[in-house]
């Protein structure tokens, strides 16, 4: 399957979710258990996506210059940099290491 | 009655976490070029996906040699907690007719947290709709920006592109990570990701994570904090004292 189906795939999927919130009774989504699961999904995709970019190449483990990308952002965020901040610190980090000549 | 619209509070808290979020619009853009996808899809996945963290997700996955279906799967599983700011949305502000369906594409983290921020029903609508608008125009707009950049940009690894994609993601979990149950959470999706990825194919390990995370959230930490997991990625209240998740905001009127 090519690209822009996905594409169009996952963006009538956010649109549909957004609006279920607004369609669907209350009742249904004020259930504390789907509002932890809403949450917990959130951070274990964050954290997975975090991890996966960091060391994953394909299907090999590989430690490189991302790896100081992540600790960079992680220092920078320790400090409160805005979002924006954090990404050019880590691109700084990674293009600075593959300078100094890692992977 | 109401201030008028230059003094109202609501409306300048959504313009200025507006701006902020907009900016960062040109991170999504530059590396979702240098992830594979061109400009055009870029631009469709800012205007028609619209929710920062599911943008990221699909990219994050095509980046990493995924295939589309993980991609949407991912992105699709990370915006489920939009249902839920929805139900908020919709219980505080009550859009009617066509309405309900713009406010349903501008129901983010910070148009959610801009609206439950402000106590006066009207300043909600306000924050709620300056903030949600406000994003969508600058948030498209500096997504083509970035997008144009990181095409002329060249060969990605040189400039740490992927190293900005592993700060990016880490920016969105951080503010998340405000109890020990999310800190925990969090640790045992990353295992569970790195023990997958040798043995599925790319893209795959972060849904792995997510049946993880749903079966964390389905059975266990019955008494964590309530809307764990679910602050925006850029907080519109920032204070020395932090702010309350939203989904503590009084909902419920």
């Known amino acids: ?103 | 009655m109401p201030t008028d619209l230059r003094h109202s509070p609501g409306a300048r808290v959504g313009l200025s976490i507006a701006v902020a979020t907009g900016l960062y619009g040109i991170s999504f853009g530059a590396l979702s070029v240098s992830s594979g996808l061109d400009v055009w899809q870029t631009s469709a996945l800012s205007l028609l996906l619209f929710s920062g963290g599911s943008q990221f997700a699909f990219i994050g996955v095509i980046a990493g040699g995924g295939s589309g279906a993980a991609a949407a799967g991912a992105a699709a599983l990370l915006g489920i907690r939009n249902a839920v700011y929805g139900m908020q949305l919709n219980a505080l502000l009550h859009p009617h007719g066509w309405r309900r369906f713009a406010a349903a594409q501008v129901t983010i983290d910070e148009s959610l947290a801009t609206s439950t921020g402000q106590t006066d029903p009207v300043e909600q609508k306000r924050g709620f709709w300056v903030a949600g608008l406000g994003i969508f125009v600058l948030w498209n707009v500096f997504t083509l920006v970035g997008a144009l950049a990181g095409d002329a940009l060249g060969d990605p690894k040189q400039w740490g592109l992927d190293g900005a994609a592993v700060a990016a993601f880490l920016g969105l979990l951080w503010p998340r990570l405000r109890s020990r149950e999310a800190g925990a959470t969090a640790a045992v999706c990353a295992l569970a990701t790195v023990l997958a990825v040798p043995f599925v194919p790319p893209g795959v390990p972060i849904l792995v994570a997510a049946v993880v995370a749903a079966a964390i959230g389905w059975f266990g930490f019955r008494h964590g904090p309530e809307g764990e997991g679910l602050e925006p990625d850029v907080d519109p209240y920032p204070g020395p004292q932090g702010r309350p998740g939203p989904t503590n905001a009084p909902a419920t009127r």
Do not use: H
């Open chain 1, 1 to 103: 399957m090519n690209v822009w189906f996905w594409i169009l795939v996952a963006c009538a999927a956010a649109y549909l979710t957004k609006l279920l919130g607004y369609l669907v009774p209350r009742k249904w989504l004020t259930n504390a258990r789907v509002a932890r699961v809403a949450g917990t999904l959130t951070i274990g995709l964050l954290a997975s996506l975090t991890v996966a970019n960091t060391v994953a190449t394909g299907q090999e483990m590989v430690l490189d210059a991302r790896l100081g990308a992540l600790v960079a952002a992680a220092i920078a965020l320790r400090f409160k940099a805005p979002f924006l901040v954090v990404v050019i610190v880590g691109a700084s980090a990674a293009a600075g290491l593959r300078l100094l000549g890692a992977a």
